[in-house]
């Protein structure tokens, strides 16, 4: 099962700015982080975290769980100032 309700797309976007897609998934790529700091292998963070079978499409499920955590560190590293923006004019 997934950690959210929302459901994950074969790739994540590749804009140079915050998606709404970031943003529904935004624990989701917490949760990745996590995993990938823990050394969890990548079978077991595609299953718990995005809720995939690996056992059964083991190339598909790799290339979405390392967009999706590609994607995690890019939040880590731009993708965090959009959000701050967004705060920062409320």
Known sequence: MPTTSTAIDEAPPTS???TDYDRRH???YARL???AADAADWRE???VVLG???SAQP???ER???AHLER???MTRIGYRDLLVCRSSH
């Open 16 to 18: 140079e700015h915050l």
């Open 26 to 28: 935004l624990t989701t």
């Open 33 to 35: 982080l996590d995993a």
């Open 45 to 47: 963070a595609a299953a």
């Open 52 to 54: 995939l079978d690996p």
């Open 59 to 61: 190339e598909r499920c």
């Open 64 to 66: 979405i769980h390392a």
């Open 72 to 74: 995690a560190r890019w």
